[in-house]
């Protein structure tokens, strides 16, 4: 496979993150019937499951956290690729950019997992939410030390 270059990749990466915000814009105002369609899907067995108001305003509830979550994601991912296009990748704001992509990750995973009652392919999708955010959580972490090495370097010239 060829290499890009560096800058290249960089801007393809802004640009796909535009494009996934633009589309998970979008999906809001169609999220409604996406959720009609997966709440008549037949679940385990399958029957269709009979939900309460109650119930199905708590799955409605949690689709838009997510969605809301997901937004704020690629909001702070666009933020990071323009930290990552100045050359300021370890620095303290792209930290702290870092872990708050890792929280949006881990709160998705909770919300979806809250969803498991509902149809259980929400506990795979949310788990892997949460392991995901862990895993950037982890890279925030090595980030945070090369920060401060950096630091130090920069104090012992």
């Known amino acids: 496979m060829p290499k890009i270059n560096r800058n290249l990749s960089v801007y393809i990466s802004i640009v796909l993150t535009a494009v996934m915000f633009s589309a998970v814009a979008v999906l809001a105002f169609y999220l409604p019937a996406f959720i009609d369609r997966i709440l008549t899907l037949p679940g385990n067995g399958g029957v269709i499951p009979d939900l309460t108001p109650f119930q199905r305003t708590f799955v409605y ?21 323009i930290l990552v296009q100045r050359k300021r990748v370890f620095t303290d704001p792209a930290v702290e ?5 890792s929280w949006c ?17 929400a506990l795979i999708v949310g788990v892997a939410l949460f392991f995901v955010g862990l895993t950037i959580r982890v890279v925030k ?13 920069d104090l012992t010239v």
């Open 141 to 153: 972490n090595v980030i945070e030390s090369a920060v401060f090495i950096k630091k130090e370097n």
């Open 97 to 101: 950019l870092i872990r708050y992509i």
């Open 105 to 121: 990750l881990i709160f998705m995973g909770v919300v979806m997992t809250s969803l498991t009652f509902f149809r259980t392919n």
């Open 61 to 81: 509830v949690a689709f838009y956290a997510e969605l809301a979550f997901m937004l704020l994601g690629l909001g702070l991912l666009f933020a990071l690729l």
